[in-house]
């Protein structure tokens, strides 16, 4: 669970890409995820507080919607028609038809019942004081935390080899873990 909510928050992605590896030279430094986290803090701050809390989530969540409305409406006539609805979703589910899933209407992580909304997971393990909000020191310790976590060679970078053993070893404590909560018949 731990890399689902740190690519979340622009630390080395062990899931979903390499966003902050800024050079393209297929490795995360620190410098470059420490970058990175401070350009996706000031992101989720909309309301450039100090903090990412549920009123930040709240205006994510809501410039979403209106995105996903605005994809839809494509006559631009504050409405949604049958035909606009229809031809948005062949072939399609509806989380594939609002840019919120996969190709197959998947959702992706770090969203809904995966991540809790925009943020969840990520919010509930970077909120060190249990407080509903995230400062930008949270999301840095955060994220160094987790970065230190995927740098197995302990070298300063995070090389796409240790980002997919990382992804391994969290997708085997995922399961790991809901075999546990799967009760025995």
Known sequence: ATAVAYAAQGAPETARGMKAD???DGTVTRAEMQAQ???????MDSNKDGKVDQT????MRAERHARHFAMLDKDSNGQ???AEFDAAHAGKGLRGAMGDGDK???WRHGRGRQGGGPGGMMMRMADANSDGAITKAEMDAAAAKHFDLVDADKDGSVT???RKAAHEKMRE???AQRGKA???S
Do not use: V
């Open 173 to 175: 404590q995922w399961r």
């Open 56 to 59: 930040d989530r709240d205006a």
């Open 182 to 184: 799967t009760p025995n």
């Open 80 to 82: 949604i028609s049958k």
């Open 160 to 162: 796409a080899a240790e």
């Open 37 to 43: 986290t401070a350009d996706r803090f000031a992101k």
């Open 104 to 106: 197959r209407g998947h």
């Open 22 to 24: 800024a050079n393209g």
